[in-house]
């Protein structure tokens, strides 16, 4: 049975439609077809070999790019549904918004930053961007997905407004099309985009707990005062005194995630009433985000943040992983440079017909992005050992 939407949900219906028109699916919706687009393409089946935290080859029981985005997606579904929005169109959103991430997550994008700075600089996002609308080529009447102004939107702006970056060198690809095809970078995106935004931090910081105990970075007690998993894991362990240290944190991460979507739930509505939103224009022209978190939760968000930053992503082991790493994609990016013909001939070709130094290290940054960490070692490898 359809679910009847709210008023300030996206209409499938009334899309702004596409930049090359093409006919409507008899199945599908606009942005359910755009999902579809998105799940079938080449970037978005390489997020299974790209890291999240830890190297894709430390383990095959750690998340990656993918399980983060099926993760990501299955939040913002649960989410849109109980706020009466379209589905469709936040799950797109959320299974897309990693899509330009390169190799070895954080750091690789930080290394790609410093060495295209002469150039441009690099972002994940404008990245996800420029993967959907130029370096994905599936269909022979256009570049990129073709994807509905409300999904590209949703992209860009899923974090809010972003005309403040449109003078950036990094966000040249999105300034110069949206000069083509007005995307609004000036405003919010719908409630739909927002719900993919935060569900990506209720998924990744949870999971990163669950991932960083599975790891032994540490233990269940250095978390016990440790705000929204601390007493989630006291209050496990109270209900399941004799259960094993895996259950218990298998457990509390399900119920930090489930109070999450609570709160954000509870939050947005209040925001929504307070605020006088009854479309989706008035969402647009808001003066604050519709979807967040409390702030008793985002100060607790904070707190464990904090937490995860200093005993997990500044962890020495995962230093060494992210050293590793650069020197992978540096020593790779500067080879490519000097030596461009050892590039694949289809990498190469396009590197030939770009006519100036910006448009042939974009190349090659565009090729380094798309790697998985595997692929990315794997060709170091064979071009640097003997």
């Known amino acids: 049975m359809t679910q009847l939407l709210n008023p300030y949900a996206e209409n499938a219906a ?8 093409e006919r409507e699916s008899h199945t599908r919706t606009p942005f359910a077809r755009d999902r579809d687009r998105i799940i079938h393409s080449t970037a978005f089946r390489r997020l299974k070999g790209k890291t999240q935290v830890f190297v894709a080859n430390e383990g095959d029981y750690f998340r990656n790019r993918l399980t983060h985005s099926l993760e990501v997606a299955q939040v913002a579904r649960s989410l849109a549904h109980s706020l009466k929005v379209d589905e469709d169109l936040t799950e797109t959103i959320a299974l897309a918004h990693d899509m330009g991430h390169p190799p070895f997550g954080h750091a690789g994008e930080d290394e790609l930053h410093v060495l295209m700075k002469p150039w441009g600089g690099f972002d994940h996002n404008v990245q996800a961007f420029r993967v959907v609308t130029r370096i994905e080529h599936r269909y022979p009447a256009f570049e990129g997905l073709n994807l509905t102004w409300e999904t590209l939107e949703g992209i860009v702006k899923h974090n809010g407004p ?6 950036k060198p990094s966000w040249k690809a999105i300034s110069d099309f949206t000069a083509d095809w007005d995307l609004r970078p000036d405003t919010y995106a719908s409630l739909e985009a927002q719900i993919a935004a935060i569900a990506d931090d209720i998924a990744y910081n949870n999971h990163d707990v669950d991932d960083g105990l599975r790891a032994g970075l540490f233990d269940i007690e250095d978390l016990l005062e440790v705000p929204l998993i601390g007493p989630a ?28 979507i609570v709160d954000v739930y509870d939050e947005t509505l209040r925001r929504i009433t307070e605020d006088g939103i009854e479309t989706a224009e008035d969402v647009r022209r808001a003066k604050r985000q519709m979807v967040a978190f409390s702030g008793e939760t985002q100060r607790g968000l904070k707190q464990l943040r904090l937490f995860l930053h200093a005993r997990m992503y500044k962890h020495w ?14 020593q790779l990016f500067e080879l490519y440079r000097s030596e461009p013909q050892v590039l694949p001939p289809n990498w190469y070709g396009r590197l030939q017909a770009r006519d100036n130094e910006t448009g042939r290290a974009r190349v090659i940054c565009d090729y380094i992005a798309g790697m998985t960490d595997a692929y990315a070692i794997e060709q170091h490898r064979s071009l640097f050992s003997i």
């Open 317 to 330: 082991q995962v230093n060494r992983s992210r050293s590793h790493a650069r020197r992978i994609l540096n």
């Open 162 to 167: 972003v005309a403040n970056r449109l003078d």
């Open 14 to 21: 009334a899309s702004r439609g596409r930049l090359h028109e």
């Open 233 to 260: 894991l006291k209050a496990v362990k109270a209900d399941w005194p004799l259960m094993d240290k895996r259950m218990w944190r298998l457990e509390a991460v399900r119920r930090v995630i489930g109070d999450m």
